[in-house]
């Protein structure tokens, strides 16, 4: 008995030796197999300190070579709590919290947590960071704290370009306008720093820091004119105070020529080194009360670019668009004296349309007159005259029907109904600029291809691009998407577009020993709101174009009123 009870016991045994051993093989093989990678992973981030060294942004020129956006040497702290000696903890948080000005027991915990790196400060001036470092030396502590070089974006003209510019994350990651466009371009490689340590945060004999270099970004010279900038954003803001316009405005000036931006300003503008404090003061009054959501809708508002991003309806300013149309069709001539009569009021489909002096007609005109007069029954008639297929055509290649392609983010496109669902009545306001909507970056682009000959260039914003590394400078040509209308047809236009500043609805833009060309327009913002957009669109020389326009003011209540031919003595202070 005692034999079979030890041979079982023994059997037993082996048993759960065999159990146990294939149990182990499991493991180990799981571990190996299936896990390994993983651990691995996590033993090298135990083992090996890595920080990471950020490359200066690249610079971001006037076309002048103006400095507009640049990268300064800052310096970022980080902290190895392992690596920190227990006797030490509290004495290395109290300093960093007190140079730094941080909350000592936020510091503490980050001290005091079993990780390989910490970062406690970012974005530190030299000045501040010598007051850690000689603290350092004079308490003897070499090891657990490094201050890494580090970069920081600054504006040297504060709220300049604000728009076109953007501003940069606590990353140094473009956030809009062009540091956001070009981002890849600007911000170059990051470099790091690698240091093997052993499993108690102890140095490892015979290792060596090693570094790598970070890579700098490129740098971009754009089309921006900043004297021409300077200007625009300073008589904007005075257009938009004394004429009380609630929702601001905004001015392009481009080159027709080349498609070169040279100023594009946003009324209100905000200041690119402080990009999060907002910049009217009725919400800065009530902005601790406001909710997470509110201010960042109001943050959003506050940057985005009204120019490229928001649409409105262009009222008589669009006119230019018939205009162009109907001569380029033979539809119509300039100066066909008494070929139109204006009665007050066009009937469409049954629907009776005025024109804006109904009460006292502009009576016999010729297409030069009709334009001067800015009268809206001539240009439904030619509207009519050149039909839906053919006057949508026109808004395809002038660009209303796509966007512009300028190189910033957010642009937005025209909005226009389907051709098909277009009747009549529909073509009739179109014609005359209203129930449709246009970016002003749209009506820049029309205006400059009729200036331009009648040849359409894209427009840009950059137009070099140089490497940091060779200063090797990559030139952006110019691009010409094609002709829109003749020659002969847009000087006819531009010929006109003279006679309105010269005589008609347009006479406040004239300039003194300039030959200024342009139009003035007026509509409601949206249906039923009781509010207006007011515009002017320009050129000058008439000869020779050189400069191209657009004022956009959203509406005005001031004493003046809302009519666009009220608001173009702005024009005669840009030219």
């Given at each position: 008995?005692?034999?079979?009870?030890?041979k079982?016991?023994?059997?037993?045994?082996?048993?759960?030796?065999?159990?146990?051993?294939?149990?182990?093989?499991?493991?180990?093989?799981?571990?190996?197999?299936?896990?390994?990678?993983?651990?691995?992973?996590?033993?090298?981030?135990q083992?090996?300190?890595?920080?990471?060294?950020?490359?200066?942004?690249?610079?971001?020129?006037?076309?002048n070579?103006?400095?507009?956006?640049?990268?300064?040497?800052?310096?970022?702290?980080?902290?190895?709590?392992?690596?920190?000696?227990?006797?030490?903890?509290?004495?290395?948080?109290?300093?960093?919290?007190?140079?730094?000005?941080?909350?000592y027991?936020?510091?503490?915990?980050?001290?005091?947590?079993?990780?390989?790196i910490?970062?406690?400060?970012?974005?530190?001036?030299?000045?501040?960071?010598?007051?850690?470092?000689?603290?350092?030396?004079?308490?003897?502590?070499?090891?657990?704290?490094?201050?890494?070089?580090?970069?920081?974006?600054?504006?040297?003209?504060?709220?300049?370009?604000?728009?076109?510019?953007?501003?940069?994350?606590?990353?140094?990651?473009?956030?809009?306008?062009?540091?956001?466009?070009?981002?890849?371009?600007?911000?170059?490689?990051?470099?790091?720093?690698?240091?093997?340590?052993?499993?108690?945060?102890?140095?490892?004999?015979?290792?060596?820091?090693?570094?790598?270099?970070?890579?700098?970004?490129?740098?971009?010279?754009?089309?921006?004119?900043?004297?021409?900038?300077?200007?625009?954003?300073?008589?904007?803001?005075?257009?938009?105070?004394?004429?009380?316009c609630?929702?601001?405005?905004?001015?392009?000036?481009?080159?027709?020529?080349?498609?070169?931006?040279?100023a594009?300003?946003?009324?209100?503008?905000?200041?690119?080194?402080?990009?999060?404090?907002?910049?009217?003061?009725?919400?800065?009054?009530?902005?601790?009360?406001?909710?997470?959501?509110?201010?960042?809708?109001?943050?959003?508002?506050?940057?985005?670019?009204?120019?490229?991003?928001?649409?409105y309806?262009?009222?008589?300013?669009?006119?230019?668009v018939?205009?162009?149309?109907?001569?380029?069709?033979?539809?119509?001539?300039?100066?066909?004296?008494?070929?139109?009569?204006?009665?007050?009021?066009?009937?469409?489909?049954?629907?009776?349309?005025?024109?804006?002096?109904?009460?006292?007609?502009?009576?016999?005109?010729?297409?030069?007159?009709?334009?001067?007069?800015?009268?809206?029954?001539?240009?439904?008639?030619?509207g009519?005259?050149i039909?839906?297929?053919?006057?949508?055509?026109?808004?395809?290649?002038?660009?209303?029907?796509?966007?512009?392609g300028?190189?910033?983010?957010?642009?937005?496109?025209?909005?226009?109904?389907?051709?098909?669902?277009?009747?009549?009545?529909?073509?009739?306001?179109?014609?005359?600029?209203?129930?449709f909507?246009?970016t002003?970056?749209?009506?820049?682009?029309?205006?400059?291809?009729?200036?331009?000959?009648?040849?359409?260039?894209?427009?840009?914003?950059?137009?070099?691009?140089?490497?940091?590394?060779?200063q090797e400078?990559e030139?952006?040509?110019?691009?010409?998407?094609?002709?829109?209308?003749?020659?002969?047809?847009?000087?006819?236009?531009?010929?006109?577009?003279?006679?309105?500043?010269?005589?008609?609805?347009?006479?406040?833009?004239?300039?003194?020993?300039?030959?200024?060309?342009?139009?003035?327009g007026?509509?409601?913002?949206?249906?039923?709101?009781?509010?207006?957009?007011?515009?002017?669109?320009?050129?000058?020389?008439?000869?020779?174009?050189?400069?191209?326009?657009?004022?956009?003011?959203?509406?005005?209540?001031?004493?003046?009123?809302h009519q666009?031919?009220?608001?173009?003595?702005?024009?005669?202070?840009?030219f």
């Amino acid at each position: 008995m005692k034999d079979i009870s030890r041979k079982r016991r023994m059997k037993n045994m082996l048993i759960c030796a065999i159990i146990i051993l294939f149990a182990l093989i499991f493991r180990v093989g799981w571990i190996q197999f299936v896990s390994g990678g993983e651990l691995q992973t996590l033993a090298y981030e135990q083992q090996t300190l890595d920080r990471k060294i950020n490359p200066k942004r690249g610079t971001i020129y006037d076309r002048n070579s103006n400095e507009l956006a640049v990268s300064s040497t800052v310096y970022t702290i980080t902290i190895n709590p392992t690596n920190i000696k227990d006797e030490n903890k509290e004495k290395v948080a109290r300093a960093i919290s007190n140079i730094f000005d941080l909350d000592y027991e936020t510091i503490l915990k980050r001290v005091k947590k079993r990780s390989s790196i910490e970062t406690v400060a970012r974005k530190q001036e030299k000045e501040v960071v010598d007051k850690l470092s000689n603290w350092m030396i004079e308490n003897n502590i070499d090891t657990g704290i490094n201050i890494d070089e580090d970069t920081k974006r600054y504006y040297p003209y504060n709220t300049l370009a604000s728009h076109i510019i953007g501003f940069c994350g606590s990353d140094n990651q473009g956030l809009g306008g062009i540091e956001a466009k070009y981002d890849e371009v600007l911000q170059g490689t990051k470099g790091r720093i690698t240091r093997i340590k052993d499993a108690a945060g102890g140095e490892v004999d015979g290792t060596i820091e090693k570094y790598t270099d970070a890579i700098d970004g490129n740098s971009l010279v754009t089309t921006i004119d900043m004297t021409v900038q300077s200007i625009a954003e300073k008589y904007l803001e005075d257009a938009c105070i004394d004429n009380k316009c609630t929702d601001g405005g905004n001015v392009i000036i481009a080159d027709p020529t080349t498609g070169d931006i040279l100023a594009m300003a946003t009324y209100p503008a905000y200041n690119l080194n402080s990009p999060y404090k907002i910049n009217k003061e009725d919400l800065q009054q009530i902005w601790d009360s406001m909710s997470d959501k509110e201010k960042s809708e109001s943050l959003q508002v506050m940057w985005r670019n009204k120019a490229i991003a928001d649409t409105y309806e262009p009222g008589s300013t669009f006119k230019l668009v018939t205009t162009s149309a109907a001569l380029e069709e033979g539809i119509t001539s300039t100066d066909n004296e008494g070929e139109f009569s204006c009665t007050g009021s066009i009937t469409i489909a049954g629907t009776r349309i005025k024109c804006w002096r109904y009460y006292r007609p502009h009576g016999s005109q010729s297409l030069r007159q009709a334009l001067m007069n800015s009268c809206n029954p001539i240009f439904i008639g030619l509207g009519q005259k050149i039909g839906v297929d053919t006057y949508y055509n026109y808004l395809n290649k002038f660009g209303f029907l796509g966007k512009t392609g300028i190189d910033l983010p957010g642009e937005a496109k025209g909005i226009f109904l389907d051709k098909e669902k277009v009747g009549p009545v529909e073509l009739a306001t179109i014609s005359f600029g209203q129930r449709f909507e246009v970016t002003p970056i749209q009506m820049i682009s029309m205006v400059s291809t009729i200036a331009n000959n009648g040849e359409r260039m894209k427009l840009r914003l950059v137009k070099q691009i140089i490497n940091n590394q060779t200063q090797e400078v990559e030139e952006i040509t110019p691009e010409n998407t094609g002709r829109v209308i003749s020659e002969k047809t847009a000087k006819d236009v531009l010929s006109m577009m003279g006679s309105v500043v010269g005589e008609g609805t347009g006479k406040n833009a004239k300039v003194a020993g300039y030959n200024v060309g342009g139009k003035t327009g007026t509509s409601e913002d949206g249906v039923n709101t009781n509010k207006y957009v007011t515009s002017f669109i320009g050129v000058a020389p008439i000869s020779n174009p050189k400069i191209t326009i657009l004022i956009t003011l959203y509406n005005p209540t001031g004493e003046g009123g809302h009519q666009g031919g009220e608001w173009v003595i702005l024009t005669t202070l840009l030219f």
